[in-house]
Nanobody, 125 residues
Framework: QVQLEESGGGLVQAGGSLRLPCVASGRSFINYFMGWFRQAPGKEREFVAAVGRNGRKTYYAHSVSGRFTISRDIAKNTVYLQMNSLKPEDTAVYYC??????????????????WGQGTRVTVSS
C-alpha cells in the first residue's frame, strides 16, 4: 500500500505558475505508475498527466500539453506537476494517483489504486 499527499495549491493569476508536489510513503515508490487528475466544480474527474515508473515516459491531456510538466524524483519519493501559463479553466482540485498495474490505460481514473486527498488550485482572470 502507498499513501499520497499533495501540496502546493493556491490562488494564482492567469498566466502564472504553480508546482504541485505529491509525496509517496509506504511501499516502494518506483513500483507505481503515477498520474495527476483534476476535478472542477460540477464536473467529472479528468486526466491531466502521467509518468512511467522510471520517469522517462510522460503523457498529457491535450488541454495541458505544452503548459504542464510531470516529473518524478525517485530518491525523494515525489512526483511533481509544474503548471505554467495557467488559465481560469485550470481551476480545480488536483489529485495525485498511483497505479500498480502494467500496460494500463493511463487516462482512466479507474486504473489507479491509490489517491491523495487533493489540493485546490484557483486561477483568477
Amino acid at each position: 500500500q502507498v499513501q499520497l499527499e499533495e501540496s502546493g495549491g493556491g490562488l494564482v493569476q492567469a498566466g502564472g505558475s504553480l508546482r504541485l508536489p505529491c509525496v509517496a510513503s509506504g511501499r516502494s515508490f518506483i513500483n507505481y505508475f503515477m498520474g495527476w487528475f483534476r476535478q472542477a466544480p460540477g464536473k467529472e474527474r479528468e486526466f491531466v498527466a502521467a509518468v512511467g515508473r522510471n520517469g522517462r515516459k510522460t503523457y498529457y491531456a491535450h488541454s495541458v500539453s505544452g503548459r504542464f510538466t510531470i516529473s518524478r524524483d525517485i530518491a525523494k519519493n515525489t512526483v511533481y506537476l509544474q503548471m505554467n501559463s495557467l488559465k481560469p479553466e485550470d481551476t480545480a482540485v488536483y489529485y495525485c494517483a498511483a497505479a500498480s498495474g502494467y500496460g494500463l490505460e493511463y487516462a482512466s481514473a479507474s486504473n489507479y489504486d491509490y489517491w491523495g486527498q487533493g489540493t485546490r488550485v484557483t486561477v483568477s482572470s
